[in-house]
């Protein structure tokens, strides 16, 4: 088979999430050389139908599936599936691009943002890849250009975490909570362990022995593995906020050589996957509503030097965190597996 008419049978897992059906979309979006694609989740779903550009594709049983003959499979329905069937897809010789945390942190699978460290993908010895957490994601992408030129030791960041970050039910109780208070009825947490609608809880993901909780820890953990270097500090802080789509991240970064914000500014407007919008005035900065929701860049403004450090620099960054968050990069390793072959 040429080379031009490769195609890939392609197996998506958890297709009918927030993340799974926006998978299918930059799929046809990117025009990714599909010879089949199969559409899995639960035996709750299975029967049912995803849109795949202008078809209809009926979802499948994970449980009951046969991955033989799939080539790249891309998961994104929880740690616990990816534990229990990543491996059985990359046994059967599919190249796993997995959205959860369940692989992240093993020395022998790569964890890798396209735009900044795509070399580590070939070296895949279980035939899985993982993708980065949303939260670490669209921060490296900003970050990554600055620390080659300058080299990052600390990061302080502050998130601003939207809520489809946790899923479908999870956007439903925001808008369920959202409903019901200005109906003047209670709000009635279930997906989140307090009122979410008008409100900010600083608590993602359980909590650690170290009294972070373990979505703060993503922060640490896969910054120092993606940049390939442990000495890199980050000192994070995760909040879950009332936004549907897009997370916000307040950065400071100290650098070990000086760092302008004019220098800054230029080198991110350089950089791949990277919109500057930083100009001072009213709206001269991305939001999650205004920018990042629907969008695949990385917005990155309020560019200024820190007042409190000499080396010291602060940025806001924003992006659609089910996008390059998760199902655009993933897409991007696929692409990157692709272009292997
Ligand atoms: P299902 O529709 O059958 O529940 P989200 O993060 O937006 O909630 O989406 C989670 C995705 O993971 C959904 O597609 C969901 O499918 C899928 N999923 C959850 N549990 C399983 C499971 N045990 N087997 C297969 N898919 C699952």
Redesign the pocket.
């Known amino acids: 088979m040429s080379q031009e008419s490769r195609r890939f049978n392609v197996a998506v897992?958890?297709?009918?999430?927030?993340?799974?059906e926006t998978m299918l979309s930059i799929l046809i979006e990117r025009n990714f050389p599909i010879g089949r694609l199969v559409a899995?989740?639960?035996?709750?779903?299975a029967g049912g139908h995803v849109a795949f550009g202008d078809d209809e594709i009926l979802v499948q049983d994970?449980?009951s599936f046969d991955p033989a003959g799939i080539d790249i499979a891309l998961f994104?329905?929880?740690g616990?599936?990816s534990k229990a069937y990543g491996p059985k897809f990359a046994a059967a010789g599919a190249v796993v691009i997995d959205n959860s945390s369940a692989f992240r942190y093993d020395d022998d699978v790569p964890l890798v943002v396209a735009e900044v460290n795509p070399e580590a993908l070939k070296r895949r010895p279980r035939g899985i890849v993982a993708n980065p957490n949303c939260s670490t994601m669209q921060m490296l992408v900003a970050l990554a250009p600055l620390h080659r030129k300058a080299h990052i030791e600390r990061i302080n960041v502050a998130t601003y975490q939207s809520v489809s970050g946790a899923?479908?039910?999870a956007m439903e109780e925001l808008g369920r909570q959202t409903g019901a208070l200005l109906n003047f009825q209670s709000p009635e947490p279930e997906r989140f362990p307090v009122q979410i609608a008008f409100n900010l809880i600083p608590h993602i993901d359980d909590f650690q022995d170290n009294g972070f909780t373990k979505e703060e820890m993503k922060l640490v953990w896969e910054t120092q593995k993606i940049l390939g270097d442990d000495s890199i500090l980050v000192n994070p802080t995760a909040v879950r906020v009332p936004v549907f789509y897009g997370h916000s991240e307040a950065v400071t970064i100290e650098t070990r050589d000086k760092l302008g914000a004019d220098e800054a500014r230029a080198l991110l407007e350089a950089a791949p996957g990277v919109e500057v919008v930083d100009e001072r005035r009213a709206g001269g900065y991305p939001t999650p509503v205004t920018h990042a929701s629907g969008k695949d860049a990385v917005y990155v403004g309020r560019i200024r030097e820190d007042l409190s450090h000499p080396r010291g620099l602060n940025l806001w960054i924003v992006s659609d965190n089910i996008r390059k968050g998760a199902a655009l990069n993933a897409v991007q390793l696929a692409e990157l597996v692709a272009a292997e072959r």
């Open positions: 897992v958890g297709a009918t999430g927030a993340v799974g899995l989740a639960s035996e709750r779903s994970l449980a994104s329905a929880g616990d599936v899923g479908r039910s």
